[in-house]
């Protein structure tokens, strides 16, 4: 599982794919408060969105909760690869509830751990 929180950093990206299919292509820029620290930018794809009118803006604040994942493709006859985040669900602006839903998913997440041996 993947949690990604932050801003948009550009517009979201609405896509129709010629199987019929909705996709969304975000770009969440996450980092420390600090700002002498660095900032990350994370693509996230989100497929079959419940709804394309309210997909964010640059700027709003972003939760997405999903998986991380590679995936390969064929470019100019090379093989170019990129990791994103495939989106189960996408909060523009979360409301707290939303908030709370998430942290009851990583809590999920965490509780299903299994201690490791270290040898």
């Known amino acids: 599982m993947s949690i990604v929180t932050g801003v ?3 517009a979201p990206v609405a896509r129709v794919l010629p199987s019929g299919d909705h996709l969304v ?3 969440v820029t996450s980092g420390s408060r600090d700002p002498d620290q660095p900032t990350t930018t994370v693509p996230v794809v989100w497929f079959g969105p419940s709804s394309t009118k309210s997909l964010g803006e640059p700027g709003d ?3 997405v909760l999903g998986s991380a994942r590679r995936r390969f493709f064929r470019v100019g ?3 170019q690869s990129r990791t994103e985040v495939l989106a189960e ?3 523009v ?3 707290k509830r939303q908030r709370l839903a998430l942290a009851r998913a990583a809590r ?3 509780d299903q751990l ?4 270290v040898a």
Do not use: D, I
Not at 114 to 117: I, S
């Open 8 to 10: 948009l950093s550009s």
């Open 25 to 27: 292509q975000y770009e």
């Open 61 to 63: 604040a972003v939760a």
């Open 77 to 79: 006859g090379s093989t």
């Open 89 to 91: 669900r996408v909060y």
């Open 93 to 95: 602006k979360p409301t």
């Open 108 to 110: 999920a997440v965490v």
């Open 114 to 117: 299994q201690p490791v041996a």
